[in-house]
């Protein structure tokens, strides 16, 4: 089965994580457009998606959900999203897509995080796939030296502007051993907007689309 083919099932499984009659969060990249793809063609009633990108607003409104303001929402009873990274506390490398800061501030207003990903995304210490920061434009060069100071390689994504008007850059090989401690440094970089590591509000629950078509739930410890 296919990296592609392992995010489809596991969008569908991830249906069974959504309660009717509530607003639920959506978050960005091809694994969430197949779970948004697979609630659409579902029989699930629900009151309304907060979506963490503009994409995936457009794809909400394309299949008809009706889109939320999270101010107006209120707590979300569940987060749905895809991931770059996981590791066995279910703690996260996110912002592949670019829409880290939408994603965190869905993920922290929702009482539950399910995450949802091919088990490729599987790894036993974060950092090998480069650690996305959203920076304020003016900020770039300076933080760029501070991710220096702490060992990380920076890079400015090309041709990326965030939907928050932002700029991003990947951090390359960042051995993440302590990822709680590391987010905590990123946070107090002055014109850093978002981190995208996720340890601080991990995954609450991992489904991992397998080779043979399974999928594997972990709830974290
Ligand atoms: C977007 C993200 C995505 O969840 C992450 O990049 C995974 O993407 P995909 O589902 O396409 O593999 O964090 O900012």
Known sequence: MSAEEMKKAVARSALE???EGTIIGVGTGTTANHFIDALAH???QIDGAVASSEATAERLKAHGIELWDLNAAG???VYIDGTDEVNARLQLIKGGGGALTREKIVAAASTRFVCIADAGKKVDVLGKYPLPIEVLPMARSYVAREIVKLGGDPELRDRCTTDNGNVIL???NMQI???VALETQFNQIAGVVCCGLFAHRPADV???????GSVLTEKRP
């Open 75 to 77: 707590t979300l009873s």
């Open 177 to 179: 051993s302590d990822p």
């Open 170 to 172: 990947d951090v390359h």
């Open 42 to 44: 579902s029989q699930l």
């Open 17 to 19: 994580w959504v309660t």
């Open 206 to 212: 991992m489904l991992l689309g397998q080779a043979d």
